[in-house]
């Protein structure tokens, strides 16, 4: 028995169970808390930008406001009046406001945004309304009331706020099925942007966090849902052992930040020595290296394993009319903006009211004294004759009032006291009306001028409260970390070849590499097998492993070289290829899946080197040659399906390897991208040139410093850094600086003498600059001297840096440039100058590359050719024959080799 009831009865009578469904209170009831959590608790209204409950703390502080500061507590107790809910969410509440620096003034410990201190209890803290709080969120005149809950008190509905002061202070929450995330944004670019938009102009907003840090807004979206913001710490390098971070991200502090790190260390994911917490005023973390760790590669493991980067989904959501909205902070604030235009409007309209209504009783009060109609009541016994008296008196002289005399008018008169009236000076009643028809005609221009008043009003609001209030998180764009590529190797990686067995658990086998817990493993067998699997302690992948080492996604510079047997008894073949990507544990075949297939030899070269092997076939019938030489570099580059070439169709004996090779791949381009401050080979920003494996950029800071570093795509630079290009071993470095010490300015010409150390080439005092710095091989300069009291200006003098001083070392002082007071140093054009054509590069090692290709699953025999040394035809001879014609043209994607 099935009843639809909305109360709930479980009856079991005579062993029969009523089941009673429930469906329409819940519905009722659920719907009536979810809509009470969403309008009453945790979405702000757009109108205002407040939560009920910040609403009513605002509301009692400007109850209580009397210019001192009151005991929280008490603010909380009053504010319980309106607020149906405890004192603990209130407090809570009120010190989050109290943290953003804007509507309330604080005193005592209300707790760091920065270390996540929490703030004193409420009755040892203390707080008043701020002067920006004052001024531009409360009106009462323009304010619209309600009853309080209980029906004791008047509350506003919304407070007249004329700024946007949600996406100022930000708002989150989390409701029944509906949440919000509206990031802070800075105080003077809101301003900013509400003129624009008053203006008519495109405009854009990006958040702006009280903890600093830098922030990619790229994908950003308005705020809107799918949107996301990544945020950093600033990381920087005190020295080679230790970094210091000096601001945090977003919805982070020191305490959780720290945390992370220590964390990410005791999982074996970045090494550190210790860790030091020097935060006061200011952020201050020092993480301190063990000696061989690099700084550069530590900063990017901070990012990829601790909260030094985050990840924010921004959601605008906010109510409008007693429901939810979903807007971004563009729209945001364009509503704020337009409305408080319409409260300034509303003001005026006000103020345009009360200066009338001034002038109104300023004339009539006027009339009444100068005439002396106060007289003509003398005779009058009654009330209504006083009124009548009066308004008879006043006929005459009011044709210039703008409105009808009211009996409200005439009473206001009558309560004129007589002292007043013995005092009255005409010329002041004038002064008085005059000043008043003046603030009358400027409150019509305002609003015949609305727009204009409302861009003044906002550059007052900046110019009153902007001071202090710049923008504290940088604006950047930064690359994703390759976590593979940062992560500290410290677990050992063993194979059990014959057994087939790879792990970190297999401690007696043979020992192959480190590697950490998120990489992964590619493996090679003897019958022509690959698989790509997940580093764990004892994995099965198959058996007579030929080669084992940990797989770099994407990586298209390790080459494979590889000749083995099509089947029982087929022919041998010979193929180069790259395994770029392939789904993980899953097994490949890299012969042509005939039964019996086998690889006769193997190697895995990290720099596309091809080496000559020695192929010996076994006698058998009418051979007459049984050995001659394959070099891999005449071998064209293809995909790993391919079938590869034919290198015999006789037995072979065995292959052995004769020569080791170079690199057959050519040079790589690289270039710095600016915009993120990186090195990238994907053609983005400015091409820095092409290296070879041993080649080295140049790298000088404007603080004086030269070093040169190795082409990494996840090397740091310092914002300082003034040059970036190719170093080249013998070309000077040419430069003029001031000596702090001896106050004189000093030429020098030299060169890096030790690639991996870092040159200070100018003096260590503190005074000390570096004018100007040039690798050309001939630069020049200009010098403008400053002129001395009494004495004509010295003329420009050109300064050629090869005739001036020879090339020296890196620690000489240099020579003088002049005794004279120098203005201004400049480079000019450099002297023509024949450099020798370098060899054109054979190989090229730049550490950490991506290149982004076709999934080797889709490769074919149509892919792209990347060796440098082509087959010239598609026909080959097999030495072990007198005839040239023995090629199968049925077997598909078969290439045969000279």
Partial sequence: MIEENDGITNDNTDNQETITRVTGMFKDWFLDYASYV????????????????????????????????????????????????????????????????????????????????????????????????????????????????????????????????????????IAVGLSTKVLPHNFIELIEASIKHLQGKRFTILPDFATGGVADFSNYNDGLRGGRVRCRAKISQLNKNTLVITEVPFGTTTSSLIDSILKANEKSKIRIKKIEDNTAAEVEILVHLPAGISPDKTIDALFAFTSCE???????????????????????????????????????????????????????????????????????????????????????????????????????????????????DIDKAQQKIDALEDQIAETKGFLANLINYAIDYFKRLRSEYGAGKERKTEIKTFGDVDATKVIIRNTKLYVNRKEGFVGTGLKRDEYVCDCSDIDDIIVFTKDGKLMITKVDSKTFVGKDIIHVAVFKKKDKRTIYNMIYKDGKGGASYIKRFAVTGVTRDREYDLTTGKPASDVWYFSANPNGEGEVVSVLLRQVGSIKKLKWDIDFADVIIKGRVSKGNLVTKHAVKRIELKEKGVSTLKPRKIWFDDTIQRLNVDGRGELVGEFRGEDRILVVTQSGIAKTIIPEITAHFDEDMIV??????????????????????????????????????????????????STDWRPVAKIAFAKDRGKERREDQIIDFEQFISVKGVSALGNQLTKLKVNQIDLMESLPYEQAEETPADEIDVVGEEIVETPAETITEDTKEISEKPLTENKAIDPAKDSESDIDANDEGQTTLF
């Fill in 310 to 424: 985050t990840a924010i989904s921004p959601l605008g959501c906010v109510i409008e009319d007693n429901k939810p909205l979903f807007v971004g902070v563009t729209e945001m604030l364009r509503r704020s903006t337009d409305h408080t235009v319409e409260l300034l409007k509303q003001e005026l309209e006000i103020k345009l009211g009360e200066f009338e209504e001034q002038w109104h009783f300023a004339s009539l009060e006027r009339i009444f004294i100068e005439n002396r109609i106060y007289r003509d009541i003398e005779e009058e016994e009654t009330w209504s004759g006083v009124i009548s008296a009066i308004d008879k008196g006043l006929q005459p002289h009011i044709k210039h009032l703008k409105r009808a005399i009211t009996e409200e008018d005439i009473s206001r008169l009558t309560e004129i006291r007589i002292k007043r009236i013995s005092k009255f």
């Fill in 724 to 773: 970036l290009e190719k170093w080249i071993p013998n070309k000077p470095i040419s430069a003029i600086y001031f000596d702090g010490e001896k106050e004189r300015h000093y030429v020098k010409r030299f060169l890096i003498e030790n690639e991996n150390r870092e040159d200070v080439f100018i003096s260590e005092h503190a005074s000390s600059v570096l004018e100007i710095v």
């Fill in 38 to 173: 969403i309008l009453e608790r945790a979405v702000p209204a757009i109108e205002d930008g407040f939560k009920p409950v910040q609403r009513r703390i605002l509301h009692s502080m400007k109850d209580l406001d009397d210019g001192r500061y009151n005991k929280v507590a008490n603010i909380v107790g009053h504010t319980m009046q309106y607020h149906p809910h405890g004192d603990a969410s209130i407090a809570d509440a009120m010190v989050q406001i109290g943290q953003k620096d804007l509507l309330i003034d604080a005193q005592g410990n209300w707790g760091n945004v920065l270390t996540g201190d929490r703030a004193a209890a409420s009755r040892y803290i203390e707080a008043r309304l701020s002067k920006f709080a004052l001024d531009v969120v409360f009106n009462p005149k323009i304010t619209e009331w309600q009853a309080s809950y209980d029906g004791r008190r008047k509350e506003p509905i919304n407070l007249p706020v004329m700024f946007p002061l949600l996406l100022a202070q930000g708002a989150e929450g």
